[in-house]
């Protein structure tokens, strides 16, 4: 199953019966385990993003492991309030509380950050890349954006507590989300500067920043 | 030997700022205009990008963006009587050099002046009598209000989209805003800042005493804004790196996110880097210009014949500008005779530190270079200074920009200078330590001066700019008073322990002040007392204009950006409107 609400890799139809059978799962769950623990309910989580939060990278799913566990944890808030608008993940994180969230996301932040991804250097187009790793670390001054990095971290390893890691993500994912930015479906960062980062982006250059990044490891801290 | 190039309309020495907003508007108009760079040229992407914009090192220590002071110090003396040294490390100001000039490491804070500021003389000898000054102070109206220059004040700030809350729209006072402001004729381009958490102490303090605080006004953007030329600026991310670095993000207004995506696409633009300016060229009579000679990098000696010449390097360098070329009368400050390097002012700057326990979390570093909370309680002649014995007055804010490692370490007084007990202090008050900045005004005095140094020279040959300054009588009377006010609204936040340090003589090159350099090409409406007329016109050769804080016959409580972008559309008006179809003097002499 696609996470990401603009490109889902399932139909509609049985998008909605795996919603409605997830909601039962969620009903049903309690949450007793300590942060850094395997939280009960993060059975519901697993069935898309792995038993290891690893993501689905070929549907968009994103990786979790090891994330910023503030970032994760205002996504979840905001999926709720719908400043980001995806209506699987609505779902699941209605269903939450303050604790429960809280929890969750200090559980996939303790997770170790998987290494790279299906896509890798020598898979890509080489111009492709070279462009995503201009973007990446130092931006285009005729689109008039940043280097990526500026506020992602180092090669995308991330800025706790609100710049996500990039490297090693699903490029799927990548992509999907820059689109969320630029077509408002998703608009949850203060100052809103993704998404004026992200509507300065070409379809060529989103595609060539998401597969930059997906094709790197995360750093370790 | 000097090659002559083919004349053109315009000759603008220096593409900071000033340069690249009056070029623009010239070459727009139809004019050819040839901008004259000493410095390299560069842009947001890749010059100022992260990870290598935020090596304090290299800028805050070795001052990478500034003047270079190997090939173009100033010397430095205290009085008169003393022999002027070249300054070999810029420590008390900052000149920039390079495209985009001194605005390029800005913090982004835009005031206006009030409307006071401009007829300082006047006013003050109206409220306190003629006998209130000081005889030795050379204060003097500036031939222009301000009422003239709000519709340029507002013009400037909705290029830089600065981020505000206004306090006086059209004369009715809005809550939120300084009640003290004179008259704006809207609203702020973008929202002010998000407040930091020392901000909010000091909203808290200022409030429970009576004053007034309000959010300072920034040109590091709280949102996305495209600015009337049609350029787009991002969001400030409050990494802390404004002032002495360039801005990563397109968040903070400078003329490469403002201006020059639009300057640099004009055909009748041309931009020439690494051109050091010799001197401006007269005529036999020296009643006119006729063009400019400068050495370019490579060591080649040019002469650009031109019609019309505008000065808009940083301010002292536009005083040297006029004296090397011979354009207005040296001051001499024995008779008090000749107008140019007269008046040069400063900023007088104090501090309160305000310590807390170490239960008290500060992070100063989630901090952008205007993000603060200030009053004007006690700026300008917003108090009464009967019975003071000074005219003048600071903003008090705590408007720190920063807590960058190497340079922002406050401890309280008696801490040791270095050693194992300085450590222990920097470790124990890093994160606890809220600080005010006391912004004071400057007045001009007879002894500070600008002037050429007699015996030291550039890498080009030519004379040093020499400075002689020392803090007026009425500067220290103000600081001190100023500063026991911080005091108050320190102690008012609960600290442990208060620290004012109020501005004391002498004036030291060697600690970082502001780059807040005024005076020296002033304007007025008498020529035995200013450089230029109202217009920014020079007195004595009419097809040269000096834009620049130079212009300022002293310098109020505020940064003086603003009021320098105010100036410059008021005088680009000037030019097109009214020089340009008919060049002669504006005013006469």
């Known amino acids: 199953m696609s996470t990401d609400v603009d490109h889902c890799a399932v139909h509609t139809a049985s998008l909605l019966l795996l919603i409605v059978s997830l909601q039962v799962i969620a009903a049903n769950c309690s949450v007793a385990a300590e942060a850094g623990t395997r939280a009960a309910n993060t059975a519901l989580c697993e069935s898309c993003h792995g038993a290891n939060g690893e993501g689905d990278p070929e549907a968009g799913v994103p990786v979790l492991a090891g994330q910023s566990a503030d970032y994760l944890e205002k996504q979840l808030r905001d999926y709720e309030n719908g400043t980001r608008d995806n209506p699987i993940m609505r779902n699941f994180a209605k269903g939450l509380s303050d604790s429960e969230r809280a929890q969750l996301s200090r559980y996939y932040a303790s997770l170790p950050a998987p290494g790279p991804h299906a896509v890798q250097v020598a898979a890509v187009d080489q111009r492709q890349w070279a462009r995503g790793q201009q973007l990446a670390h130092q931006g285009a001054e005729a689109e008039r954006v940043q280097g990526c990095n500026n506020c992602h971290g180092p090669d995308g390893s991330g800025l706790p507590h609100s710049a996500p890691y990039l490297a090693g993500q699903s490029a799927k994912y990548l992509a999907n989300a820059l689109k969320s930015w630029q077509q408002g479906t998703r608009k949850n960062d203060s100052g809103q500067l993704m998404v004026s980062v992200a509507k300065q982006l070409s379809a060529d250059d989103i595609a060539a920043v998401s597969d930059y990044f997906s094709s790197l490891k995360v750093a370790k801290n | 030997m000097t090659q002559r190039l083919k004349e053109v309309d315009v000759v603008v020495i220096g593409v900071g700022m000033v340069g690249s907003i009056v070029a623009k508007e010239l070459a727009a108009a139809g004019y050819k205009v040839v901008g004259l760079e000493r410095g390299q040229a560069r ?93 030795d102070l050379t204060i003097q109206d500036w031939g222009v209000t301000y009422q003239e220059l709000e519709p340029y004040y507002d013009r400037f700030e909705y290029l830089l989209g600065t981020s505000g809350k206004a306090g006086n729209i059209k004369g009715k006072i809005h809550p939120g805003g300084d009640p003290h402001e004179s008259p704006r004729s809207r609203e702020y381009p973008t929202p002010p800042m998000k407040e930091h958490f020392q901000g909010a102490m000091f909203r808290k303090a200022a409030t429970n005493l009576g004053y007034h605080p309000f959010p300072q006004p920034s040109s590091n953007l709280s949102q996305p804004y495209t600015n009337p030329e049609g350029i787009k600026l991002n969001t400030c991310v409050f990494c802390g790196f404004c002032e002495r670095y360039a801005c990563e993000h397109f968040a903070k207004a400078v003329p490469q996110t403002i201006i020059l995506p639009v300057l640099l696409a004009n055909p009748n633009f041309e931009l020439r880097t690494g051109c050091q300016v010799q001197r401006i060229n007269l005529d036999s009579a020296k009643k006119q210009a006729t063009g400019v000679t400068y050495i370019d990098a490579a060591g080649r000696e040019f002469e650009q014949p031109a019609s019309l010449v505008i000065t808009s390097s940083f301010a002292i360098n536009n005083v040297r500008m006029l004296l090397l070329s011979g354009i207005g009368k040296p001051y001499d400050p024995a008779s008090g005779k000749g107008v140019v390097g007269r008046n040069y002012a400063y900023q007088t700057m104090s501090t309160v530190a305000s310590f807390f326990d170490e239960d008290v979390i500060i992070n100063p570093f989630m901090a952008s270079g205007a993000s603060g909370t200030l009053i004007n309680d006690f700026a300008g002649d917003n108090f009464d200074h009967s019975g003071l014995g000074f005219i003048g007055g600071a903003f008090i804010g705590a408007v720190n920009t920063n807590g960058r490692p190497i340079q922002y370490h406050p401890v309280p007084p008696g801490t040791p200078a270095w050693g194992k007990g300085w450590k222990q202090a920097v470790v124990k008050h890093y994160n606890h330590t809220v600080m005010f900045s006391l912004h004071g005004s400057s007045v001009s005095q007879r002894q500070n001066y600008l002037d050429l140094d007699p015996t030291y020279r550039d890498a080009w040959g030519q004379p040093l700019l020499r400075m002689t300054f020392d803090f007026p009588q009425n500067d220290l009377k103000m600081a001190e008073y100023v500063t026991s006010k911080g005091v108050e609204i320190g102690k008012a936040t609960g600290a442990k322990q208060v620290a004012g340090s109020p501005r004391r003589a002498p004036y030291t090159v060697t600690q970082y002040q502001t780059t807040h350099n005024t005076g020296g090409t002033v304007m007025g409406s008498d020529p035995s007392t200013s450089v230029v007329n109202r217009y920014l016109q020079s007195w004595d050769v009419p097809n040269v204009f000096v834009i620049g804080a130079s212009a300022y016959p002293q310098n109020a409580s505020w940064n003086p950006t603003g009021t320098l972008g105010a100036l410059t559309y008021w005088t680009i008006d000037a030019l097109k409107n009214k020089y340009l179809k008919n060049p002669s003097a504006l005013v006469s002499a």
């Open chain 2, 43 to 135: 842009f947001t992407v890749p010059e100022f990008q992260s990870p290598a914009i935020h090596d304090e090192l290299r800028f805050d220590i070795r001052k990478a963006l500034m003047q270079d002071n190997t090939r173009e110090p100033v010397t430095f003396r205290n009085h008169g009587s003393e022999t002027a040294l070249p300054v070999r490390r810029w420590e008390s100001f900052l000149p920039g050099t390079g495209l985009g000039g001194s605005m390029v490491h800005w913090n982004g804070q835009t005031y206006r002046f009030q409307a006071n500021d401009f007829q300082l003389a006047t006013r003050t000898r109206e409220r306190y009598g003629r006998n209130f000054l000081d005889p």
